[in-house]
């Protein structure tokens, strides 16, 4: 079966930053598109970040546009989560995500049914 392992989420202030990281283990398979979504107390889970193949790709939600970046490592099984500028607002569990179909190889897609596989989160917390 495969994981994807969530790691690099903690306590940091406002305006700080913290990487995550996201390994896939177990079977491999092609994960053509890999994304991050996010669920905050009391809330929806929300899209974030998604990532093609390649890296050549990548959609962001609006409220994190200029602060996060999302990038991939195939020889790794890896996707990353770059956050900076980290506002309270960004508090929540992250998950990340795997989309196994060929047609998301050149654009991920920002809906959650089209993943198939998903991490079991890890918690970022900003203080004011």
């Known amino acids: 079966q495969v994981q994807l392992v969530e790691s690099g989420g903690g306590l940091v202030q406002a305006g700080g930053s913290l990487r995550l990281s996201c390994a896939a283990s177990?079977?491999?398979?092609?994960?053509?598109?890999m994304g991050w979504f996010r669920q905050a107390p009391g809330k929806e889970r929300e899209f974030v970040a998604a990532?093609?193949?390649?890296?050549?790709?990548?959609e962001y939600t609006d409220s994190v546009k200029g602060r996060f970046t999302i990038s991939r490592d195939n020889a790794k099984n890896t996707v990353y989560l770059q956050m900076n500028s980290l506002k309270p607002e960004d508090t929540a569990v992250y998950y990340c995500?795997?989309?196994?179909?060929?047609?998301?190889?050149?654009?991920?897609?920002?809906?959650?049914?089209?993943?198939?596989?998903w991490g079991q989160g890890t918690q970022v917390t900003v203080s004011s």
């Open positions: 995500t795997a989309d196994n179909a060929l047609i998301s190889f050149y654009n991920p897609p920002r809906d959650e049914i089209s993943y198939d596989y």
């Open positions: 177990g079977r491999t398979v092609n994960a053509y598109a």
């Open positions: 990532i093609s193949w390649s890296g050549g790709n990548t």
